[in-house]
């Protein structure tokens, strides 16, 4: 399973970004995906999840509301598209893949096995 995130850059506060994560190796039936971020210092956050079939999506209480995560089954690949975007959010994005993750586990980092190289988000007021 190859993970292949991208859309990251340096933006204004305020302003959008859409980020991708291209899934290719398998099909994903059956697993849950998700977005992280993290900064040198502190621990992988998570941001955002939803299954591959369908439904069960869930955010950090620090974007909902101004980042969606959705998926494009026929071109395998999951979006996060982030709007109002604040300094805070600046961070190192990555894009996950987990097989068989139950609801209560989806925030949790430790319950995904695979994993993208990150995408740089820099926002800047």
């Known amino acids: 399973v190859q993970l292949q995130a991208s859309g990251g850059g340096s933006v204004q506060s305020g302003t959008s970004l859409r980020l991708s994560c291209v899934l290719s190796g398998r099909t994903f039936s059956g697993y849950t995906m998700g977005w992280f971020r993290q900064t040198p210092g502190k621990e992988r956050e998570f941001i955002a999840s939803?299954?591959?079939?369908?439904?069960?999506?869930a955010y950090a209480d620090s974007v909902k509301g101004r980042f969606t995560i959705s998926r494009d089954i026929a071109k395998t690949t999951v979006f996060l598209e982030m709007k109002s975007l604040k300094d805070e959010d600046t961070a190192l994005y990555y894009c996950?893949?987990?097989?068989?993750?139950?609801?209560?586990?989806?925030?949790?980092?430790?319950?995904?096995?695979?994993w993208g190289q990150g995408t740089q988000v820099t926002v800047s007021s």
């Open positions: 996950a893949a987990g097989y068989g993750v139950i609801i209560s586990a989806q925030r949790t980092a430790d319950a995904y096995s695979y």
């Open positions: 939803i299954r591959w079939s369908g439904g069960t999506i």
